[in-house]
């Protein structure tokens, strides 16, 4: 009886072992797939960052162009640039008018930057005097909820501040006038002049 105990004992053993064996394999499973994910995510924030950096440059190129162009006047093609330079050698008045309508445009530019300058400024004095406003406004608001104390209150309270400063004034002396008469009985009378 004692051999048949024992032998479902080690069956016992065996298959718990077995379950536990089973469970490990399963949660090391379950760690591969969660590792795998996450690896899976991280490659796709990467990428998302790639791609976003991409379109950044992509737009700042686009802009660059953008002012490139502005800046340069370019003829449409080869044979409007010879007409254009045979024009300016036959007819110099041609070329002076030529001369001036890119010095209005510029002009016209520059002022308007200027007058976009005086806007922006007009619009930041502006924002400027309506937070100070608003700040003045939400500081009266503030100073309508405080319940101020009354005269009683305020004359109780300052005698009871005077009460213990002069408590406190008294205490110090008495120490002040101790501790002078033990360094007198330890130091000595000081010597007057």
């Given at each position: 009886m004692s051999k048949s105990k024992s032998k479902s004992k080690k069956s016992g053993n065996n298959t718990s072992n077995a379950k536990n064996i089973k469970a490990l394999i399963n949660q090391n499973k379950m760690i591969e797939a969660q590792n795998a994910e996450?690896?899976?995510?991280?490659?796709?924030?990467?990428?998302a960052r790639?791609?976003?950096?991409?379109?950044?440059?992509e737009a700042e190129e686009a802009k660059a162009k953008a002012v490139?162009?502005?800046?340069?006047?370019?003829?449409?093609?080869?044979?409007?640039?010879?007409?254009e330079s045979k024009s300016e050698n036959v007819d110099t008045a041609d070329s002076t008018k030529k001369d001036a309508e890119p010095e209005k445009a510029d002009k016209k530019d520059k002022e308007k930057v200027k007058q976009q300058k005086n806007a922006d400024k007009k619009k930041a004095e502006k924002k400027e005097k309506r937070k100070l406003g608003k700040r003045i406004?939400?500081?009266?608001?503030?100073?309508?909820?405080?319940?101020?104390?009354?005269?009683k209150d305020v004359v109780k309270k300052t005698g009871v501040v005077l009460a213990v400063v002069i408590f406190f004034g008294i205490i110090l002396l008495i120490f002040d006038y101790l501790l002078s008469l033990l360094h007198g009985l330890f130091v000595g009378p000081t010597p007057t002049e």
């Open positions: 996450a690896e899976k995510r991280k490659q796709e924030e990467a990428e790639e791609q976003a950096k991409r379109e950044k440059l490139t162009a502005d800046e340069i006047i370019e003829p449409a093609d080869d044979t409007a640039s010879v007409s406004k939400e500081t009266v608001s503030e100073l309508k909820k405080i319940t101020w104390p009354s005269f």
